[in-house]
């Protein structure tokens, strides 16, 4: 646990262990069901793996999550811990107000797309997404969304396969859309964001991934 407050207030007791740096950002992790080590740290990329390792041990005998093997999963304590991570996002979205340059992120973005991809929605067989960043530096400039109905893959590098469209974006109009600050819509026409492939496909993209939850939450 982390330092004590010393109170008896049940809001105190449970940020001795919540409010250590990046621990609730872990949980938010695993409630998105990430459950390897190596899926936690994509999202928490600047976060150092011996830290990582520390919180999640941590969070294991705080009886928030279990491991299995290779993988960490959520308790019922740490289930429980789900609304309160989505109305802290929702609140942010609410509230917070616009975010930084140094705010933006496409690892984490594109990581966080993946994991909204729906499957039913997506072609058969397999389909790559090409996402070129030009307002990035060079080594995050490219990256590979790889989708099929069953599950999506992000790479840094060229994987060989076919592009089915490519994505020409600005980092921060891709991550306006994904807040839900700005419609797939606006930023097409704009060409703030473009697409380059089938017709087919290029229009069904938008429709291939579920917004998260506080996309949807209405700003003062």
């Not at 793996?49 to 993988?71: F, M, Q």
């Not at 975010?99 to 966080?112: A, S």
């Not at 859309?177 to 703030?192: C, F, Q």
């Amino acid at each position: 646990m982390g330092a004590s407050y010393y109170q008896f207030c049940p809001v105190a007791k449970a940020m001795e262990l919540l409010d250590e740096r990046w621990t609730l950002l872990i949980v938010r992790e695993l409630l998105l069901g990430s459950e390897h080590f190596n899926d936690i740290r994509r999202g928490v990329p600047r976060m150092s793996p011996t830290l990582l390792s520390k919180r999640l041990d941590r969070l294991v005998r705080a009886g928030i999550a279990e491991r299995h093997g290779n993988r960490y999963v959520p308790t019922a304590a740490g289930s429980e811990l789900r609304p309160v991570v989505e109305m802290l996002s929702q609140w942010g979205i609410r509230w917070i107000g616009e975010i930084g340059d140094e705010d933006l992120d496409p690892k984490l973005l594109l990581w966080d797309m993946r994991r909204h991809v729906i499957g039913s929605a997506v072609p058969e067989g397999r389909t790559v997404l090409h996402f070129h960043f030009d307002d990035v530096t060079p080594d995050k400039r490219h990256w590979w969304l790889i989708i099929t109905p069953e599950a999506a893959d992000l790479c840094d590098a060229d994987p060989g396969f076919e592009i089915g469209v490519d994505v020409a974006a600005r980092l921060r109009s891709l991550t306006r859309v994904w807040r839900g600050d700005s419609t797939w819509s606006e930023v097409l026409r704009s060409g703030e964001v473009s697409f380059s492939g089938p017709s087919g496909l290029c229009r069904g993209v938008p429709s291939w991934f579920d917004p998260p939850l506080y996309a949807g939450i209405a700003r003062p």
